[in-house]
Structures are given as structure tokens and as C-alpha cells.
């Protein structure tokens, strides 16, 4: 009897170390997840007639094995290494178009990227004398160089605790 319950406690022993591995495997593969984010800023154009907006494109990319659950972001604009406005600070003015509730929207993805998936999304930034701030680099005949700071709330595969990523991602303009 004793032989019997030896065996058992042994076998009972066995599968709780591999438990505990695969517990810390999966904790240690969600922490990897989130480190095979990347950001890549797209594109940055002017648009409308009055140029006081900037249409910001941004591509998010999961080169992790695992699925990553995306919450919300929030990002800083920067030309030539020059904060220029952002997702939480922008010049809005009295602009009908400016629809108020965009800053809200916009900075709530709630969406899941399974690996290698790609996830585009735009922003239209209002920024105060940007004709001014783009002229003055215009001027100098270098390309213009934008760089963006973003952080993103997401939720790690296993644990299920939310998590804040900064990314950060530049474009070089063409030379005109």
C-alpha cells in the first residue's frame, strides 16, 4: 500500500512541475508577445485648404507568435525632433469640421492582432501654425524628418493584466 501511494505522491509531483513550467513558459512567451510589437509611421500629409491639418498614418505589427489584445494609444508628433502637437494636445480652434469626440475615438482600439497581423490606423491632427512650422524646414531644402512617440495599452496573452508599450517610429520625407 505504502509502494502504491509513493507512486502516486510521485506522479502527483510530476505533473505539478509541469504545470509550473507551462505556467511560466506562457508567462514568459506573453512578455515576449508585446516585444514583437513594432510601429512604423506611414505617412504624414497636410490636408484641406486651410493647412492646420495633419493627416497622421500609422502601421501596427505583431511579429510575436502570440495574439496581443490592443486597448488604446496615445502619441506626441515631433518634426525634426521638434514636439509639434499630438493625441492628447491638439490646437483645435473653432473648426466646424473638428469633430471633438475624433480625440476620444481615436485613441480606443480595442482589437486583437494575431501573429504577423498589421493593424493601420489614422489620425487627423490639428496644429497651430503649421504652415509657419513646415515653411521654416521647407526653407532650408532638407527633407522633412517626422518621428512618433506613441504608447500603447494592451493586454498580455496570459496573465491578463494591462501593460503600457512606448513604440516610437520616423519618416523621412522625400527631398522635393
Not at 493647412?51 to 506626441?76: G, I, K, M
Request: charged share 25%; glycine share 6%.
Amino acid at each position: 500500500m505504502s509502494r502504491v501511494a509513493h507512486t502516486f505522491l510521485i506522479v502527483l509531483g510530476l505533473v505539478a512541475l509541469a504545470a509550473s513550467w507551462q505556467a511560466v513558459s506562457n508567462y514568459v512567451g506573453s512578455l515576449e508577445s508585446v516585444r514583437g510589437l513594432e510601429l512604423e509611421l506611414t505617412e504624414v500629409r497636410r490636408v484641406g485648404t486651410d493647412n492646420a491639418r495633419l493627416l497622421v498614418q500609422f502601421r501596427v505589427h505583431n511579429r510575436s507568435e502570440l495574439p496581443v489584445r490592443l486597448n488604446s494609444y496615445f502619441f506626441d508628433l515631433y518634426l525634426d525632433g521638434n514636439r509639434i502637437g499630438g493625441s492628447s494636445s491638439t490646437w483645435r480652434d473653432d473648426d466646424p469640421d473638428a469633430d471633438r469626440s475624433l480625440y476620444s475615438r481615436a485613441s480606443t482600439i480595442e482589437q486583437t492582432l494575431a501573429p504577423d497581423e498589421r493593424l493601420d490606423m489614422e489620425f487627423l491632427l490639428h496644429v497651430f501654425e503649421l504652415e509657419n512650422l513646415v515653411g521654416a524646414y521647407q526653407e532650408s531644402s532638407e527633407p522633412l524628418s517626422w518621428s512618433v512617440k506613441a504608447g500603447f495599452r494592451l493586454i498580455h496573452p496570459h496573465s491578463q493584466d494591462e501593460r503600457l508599450l512606448r513604440l516610437q517610429a520616423t519618416l523621412q520625407e522625400p527631398v522635393p
